[in-house]
Nanobody, 129 residues
Framework: VQLVESGGGLVQTGGPLKLSCTASGLIFDDYVIGWVRQAPGKEREGIASYSSNGGNIYYAESVEGRFTISSDDAKNTVYLQMNDLKPEDTADYFC???????????????????????WGQGTQVTVSS
């Protein structure tokens, strides 16, 4: 299984940024694909998840209303559109995948991202003030 992220970079406060994650080596419908971030000196934080089987989407409260997760199922690709970025959004952002057991699996992964099975290499997002 391989998860490849792209799209990180430097952005000013209030600006947008879009991340992409392309998954290979897994059956897309059988997995929840999510985004996890880790700021310097902090624990990993699950921020959004998507399941193509049912279209279930979940967000962490810290990003709901500003971030949007979407997908191109035909390309096994999940996106994270980040708007109104803040300096506290500065972190390494990881794409992760875990088995989809129920329609609520994505909610579990957002609340406990350590449950994900597979991880991408990460992409850095820096928001300047």
């Amino acid at each position: 299984v391989q998860l490849v992220e792209s799209g990180g970079g430097l952005v000013q406060t209030g600006g947008p940024l879009k991340l992409s994650c392309t998954a290979s080596g897994l059956i897309f419908d059988d997995y929840v694909i999510g985004w996890v971030r880790q700021a310097p000196g902090k624990e990993r934080e699950g921020i959004a998840s998507y399941s193509s089987n049912g279209g279930n989407i979940y967000y962490a409260e810290s990003v709901e209303g500003r971030f949007t997760i979407s997908s191109d199922d035909a390309k096994n690709t999940v996106y994270l559109q980040m708007n109104d970025l803040k300096p506290e959004d500065t972190a390494d952002y990881f794409c992760a995948a875990g088995p989809r057991y129920t329609a609520y699996s994505g909610r579990v992964y957002v609340s406990d991202p350590e449950k994900y099975t597979y991880w991408g290499q990460g992409t850095q997002v820096t928001v300047s003030s």
